[in-house]
């Protein structure tokens, strides 16, 4: 007798359905544009595998003569440790992603049962998911090979419990795991974490509340340690960096400067007409610490979280957890929207233009793209420092040419070198200089619009790769090649003429007249 497959069950599997095909489709393209290299769309994962790899030999920074903390994550590099040996370490992070990505559409379908039960179809579910899929930028987000995915998975597991305890007041030990871990997987995390504590306090589970807390900062306060200890001050570098800004302001005036950046995103906004809603519930006297709790989040993130990136990558985990709270609280609304069919197709209508407003769309379309524009540029960057010339390298984007080199890659930028913070902060004079003699590199490879007031006017510039692209993950299509030792000028330009010629379509590099 022939089986028949429930239609629930087969409306349960589209939105995983609609995620492989993007991927799948996805992975195409970018093996195609990478002459069959699969790069990831940014720089930055290739400074975790590099970080990742030295600690599964002992060692906690890029390069093996010196520590270094990079990494604004304090558990994600040693997460890619434990595949360190693995012949598929550089797609372990693709991998893992895809595996969160799963995990979060699972979530999502509890989260979105949990809040209607019955009262939406299978289908009218399965398109909610699915919409939910797409804002919180899962598929772009696998092929950035960083932990924002594993960031979202926290803040839907943490959304599904929290809802548990409001709704059931019933306290599932998972809720505490994972606000422990939230801030261990990023900093900007404990947003979420500190307030959900809060409302674990006065749900009235306090030695639960208290025990969370002290596991969530001992940890975080302990990593601390180990980097002052490691000479390294007591953040990450590149929280250094966003908190800083390489400058001498105060605390204060840092806060109003970033804060005026997050003002130019359109999701600044979008998280607070979604705080605005929580807020104007409260004379309905519903929910009243759920309602404080997800606001309380939403505030500190605007406050102190970063937007100005590809994907949302910075704020999505925000997003979609602020986003899950509004869709509990105005469930009514949304059954009767999306059970009336008039409603539903007006429904259907604000979110497409809600995609097209935050180019989650483009965003996906874009991926092979933004893969190429780093294959175009850091990954040919990278392949010439690792087999034409084979010595220590100055560069200000850390992550290709450090993970591909075996020699000293120096940080510019600062990621990797506590000292090029402090040369900067201080505007030191000639220090790209006397750090490049610190360090016995020759060959710098900058964008020369980020040194124009630190570039010493000695160097002698070889010229420029070029890349010719239309969409770009990269910050600029030009990077400049300079050699400080003139008599290494011909032996360098030599080599780089060898590698011009093996460059991909679109890019090129244009020497500068002898």
């Avoid at 705080?275 to 519903?286: E, N, W």
């Amino acid at each position: 007798m022939k089986r028949v497959v429930p239609t629930q069950s087969i409306h349960i599997t589209i939105p995983y359905l609609i995620l492989g095909l993007i991927l799948l489709i996805q992975a195409i393209a970018i093996y195609l544009f990478n002459d069959g290299k699969l790069v990831y769309n940014l720089d930055d994962p290739y400074i975790h595998l590099s970080l990742a790899r030295n600690i599964a030999h002992g060692h906690y920074g890029i390069n093996l003569i010196e520590p270094s903390a990079p990494s604004s994550s304090i558990l994600w590099p040693f997460i890619l440790a434990i595949f360190a040996r693995l012949p598929l370490f550089e797609y372990m992070p693709l991998l893992l992603n895809i595996g969160f990505g799963v995990a979060i559409l699972y979530f999502l379908h509890k989260i979105v049962t949990l809040i209607f039960h019955d009262r939406l179809n299978p289908a009218t579910k399965a398109f909610l998911i699915s919409v939910l899929g797409i804002v919180a930028s899962i598929s772009p987000l696998v092929w950035s090979g960083m932990e924002h995915l594993l960031q979202i998975l926290l803040a839907v597991i943490i959304l599904y419990h929290l809802l548990e305890l409001e709704i059931n007041n019933t306290l599932n030990r998972w809720l505490l795991v994972a606000v422990i871990m939230n801030g261990f997987v990023r900093y900007e995390s404990l947003a979420i974490s500190i307030p959900v504590l809060l409302f674990i306090f006065l749900k009235g589970h306090r030695r639960a509340a208290l025990l969370g807390l002290v596991l969530t900062l001992v940890p975080i306060a302990a990593f601390s340690y180990f980097l002052h200890r490691l000479g390294l001050g007591y953040l990450p570098t590149s929280v250094i960096i966003k908190g800083a800004q390489f400058s001498d302001k105060t605390s204060f005036e840092i806060l109003l400067k970033n804060l005026g950046y997050a003002t130019n995103a359109k999701t600044w906004y979008f998280l607070l007409v979604i705080m605005a809603f929580l807020l104007v519930g409260l004379r309905q006297k519903t929910h009243i610490y759920f309602r404080l709790t997800v606001s309380l989040s939403i505030l500190l993130q605007a406050l102190f979280g970063t937007f100005l990136s590809s994907y949302y990558r910075y704020e999505s985990y925000m997003i979609i957890y602020a986003l899950l709270a509004w869709i509990f609280l105005y469930k009514e609304i949304i059954v009767n929207a999306l059970n009336n069919f008039r409603k539903y197709l007006l429904s259907v209508v604000v979110i497409a233009i809600f995609f097209n407003y935050f180019n989650h769309i483009i965003y996906i379309f874009y991926t092979p793209m933004m893969s190429h524009s780093i294959y175009s540029q850091q990954y040919q960057m990278a392949l010439f420092g690792s087999k034409y010339y084979n010595k220590n390298i100055g560069v200000n984007d850390l992550g290709l040419v450090s993970y591909m080199d075996n020699d000293y890659t120096l940080d510019l930028f600062g990621l990797s070198n506590i000292e090029v913070i402090d040369y900067r902060k201080t505007r030191a004079s000639d220090w790209m200089n006397t750090i490049a003699d610190k360090y016995n590199v020759d060959l710098i490879m900058i964008y020369d619009e980020w040194f124009t007031n630190h570039r010493p006017n000695n160097w002698n510039k070889i010229g420029e790769l070029r890349t010719n692209l239309l969409v770009g993950a990269t910050a600029l299509d030009e990077v400049d090649f300079y050699v400080r030792n003139s008599s290494n000028v011909g032996e360098v330009r030599q080599l780089l003429k060898q590698f011009s010629q093996t460059l991909p379509a679109n890019t090129e590099f244009v020497f500068e007249p002898e």
